[in-house]
Structures are given as structure tokens and as C-alpha cells.
């Protein structure tokens, strides 16, 4: 099955913030560390501790590094509490976006947001003013080098998945939320696939294409969240030009 690519469209988030593979090491830090606090420090028990792992592998974050960060986590280390907060608003031309924090200070993070949103003319809303917008689904792309389309969606249907787009160079695999962490395991054992990118995400049900001249203000946003340090992840529904996107 083809289609629009929708990770094509949320994947500005990793443009200039994931080439700072320090910054990229300390949030995968913290989402080990809050994955450990919820479920315990046994990957075997706790999925989404493993699938913290899986992230980080993915990123080649240092074999030392996680087992520092899982040790933080149970107390083993001295530990930072980290509190999950999600914000929501709009960009240049009422374009939606979420922004999921992982921070140890919410007064801080909360000003910090506020005052990016405010700076590149968007505006911070209250909650549920876009979430509505998008839809929470695991997504696992494949790289699509020398795999077989009919193979890699019998493999990922059978275990779980809901659907698999054909995308030019790579493969999006679409799960449920709870069906994820199976689906990425069944994919991942299987040697002749390379995973670039898997998580659960807020994908968007539509998307909107702004003006040259806002988009400029959008990315900006978009690159100055990335850039601050508390914020995992970033969404919106803006359909970006190919020429403005981050090498």
C-alpha cells in the first residue's frame, strides 16, 4: 500500500536539535529514567523501558550511558525527578502543535514555551485545543533498501500492526498504541530490517499548507522547541516544503 507520508511531514522534529548527539543522549536519558520509574528496571518486564532502549540503541547512545541512566532511575544513583507535561497551541497561520516535555522544573519549561510560542508569532493554548487534531499511533519506519514489500507487511500484520505504507526508500508501519512495543520487537528481530525511527506519536489527521513567508516563523518554532533542552518531542499539521528541510 502507497500513500502520503506522514512521517515525512512530523519528522522536522529531528532536524538541527538530533545532530547534537549530546542533547539527543540526555532525552533518551530522561525517557529511560521515567520509563524505569513507572515499571521498574528489568527490560524484560517493563515494555516501555525497552522500547526506550531500542531508541537509544538506534541513536548508538553508549552501552554505558544507559545503564547509567537506568541506575539514576532505581536509585542505584543519585536521581532527577522528572514530570511529564504536554502543551498545545498554534503556530503561524493556525498551524497545530503539541509539544511533549520531560522536565524537573515546570514553572521554568512552562515560561520557556510560552515565550517561544511568543516569539515566532504563534500562541500557547489550553489543553485539548489541538490534540483533537491528531491521533496517538505507534510508527516504525523501515528502511525499504532490499526488502520485500509483501514479506515486511505479512510480518508486521502478523504481529499486530494495522497497516504498512510503501514510501519512497522506506516502509511506515502503523500500530496501536498497546500493540506497539510487540510490533517493534517482531520487526526488530528480524535481521534484514533496519529500523530508523519508532515510537508512539501524535500523527495528524489532516494537514495544512502555510504561506512561504509563514513557514519561515514555523520552523523557527519548531527548531527553537527542539532546541530546549525538557522537550522529547514535537507535532504539528503544517505540510513544509521540501526545500526548507533540515539536511
Known amino acids: ?8 511531514n512530523i ?10 548527539r549530546g542533547a539527543v543522549f540526555t532525552k533518551i536519558g530522561r525517557e529511560i529514567a521515567v520509563a524505569v520509574k513507572a515499571g521498574g528496571p528489568d527490560p524484560a518486564s517493563n515494555s516501555k523501558l525497552r522500547d526506550a532502549i531500542a531508541k537509544a540503541k538506534a541513536a ?4 554505558d550511558n544507559i545503564e547509567r541512566s537506568i541506575k539514576k532511575a532505581s536509585g542505584e544513583l543519585t536521581a532527577v525527578n522528572y514530570e511529564e507535561n504536554v ?8 498551524v497545530a502543535v503539541i509539544v511533549e516535555t520531560l522536565t524537573d522544573n515546570t ?4 515560561a520557556d514555551i510560552r515565550h517561544i510560542f511568543s ?15 491528531f491521533e496517538k499511533k505507534g510508527l516504525i519506519v523501515v528502511d ?4 520485500d514489500e509483501d514479506t515486511l507487511m ?83 499539521n503544517a505540510e513544509l516544503s521540501d526545500e526548507g528541510e533540515e539536511e
Open 107 to 110: 514553572n521554568r519549561t512552562s
Open 144 to 147: 525499504g533498501s532490499g526488502v
Open 154 to 236: 505479512m510480518e508486521a500484520l502478523e504481529a499486530g500492526a494495522d497497516d504498512v505504507v510503501a514510501q519512497d526508500g522506506y516502509f511506515e508501519i502503523y500500530t496501536t498504541p498497546a500493540d506497539f512495543s510487540a510490533v517493534r520487537e517482531a520487526v526488530e528481530a528480524n535481521k534484514d530490517y533496519v529500523i530508523l525511527d519508532a515510537g508512539v506519536q501524535m500523527i495528524p489527521s489532516n494537514t495544512v499548507t502555510p504561506s512561504a513567508e509563514a513557514e519561515v516563523k514555523i520552523r523557527r518554532l519548531l527548531d527553537m522547541l527542539e532546541d530546549n533542552d525538557d522537550v522529547q518531542n514535537v507535532y504539528h
Open 1 to 8: 500500500m502507497s500513500g502520503h507520508s506522514k512521517w515525512a
Open 119 to 133: 516569539k515566532c508569532g504563534g500562541s500557547l493554548g489550553t489543553t485539548g485545543c489541538v490534540s483533537y487534531m
Open 87 to 94: 502543551y498545545e497551541g498554534y503556530a503561524q497561520e493556525g
Open 60 to 63: 548508538n547512545m553508549p552501552g
Open 11 to 20: 519528522k522536522n522534529k529531528k532536524g538541527a536539535a538530533d545532530a547534537k
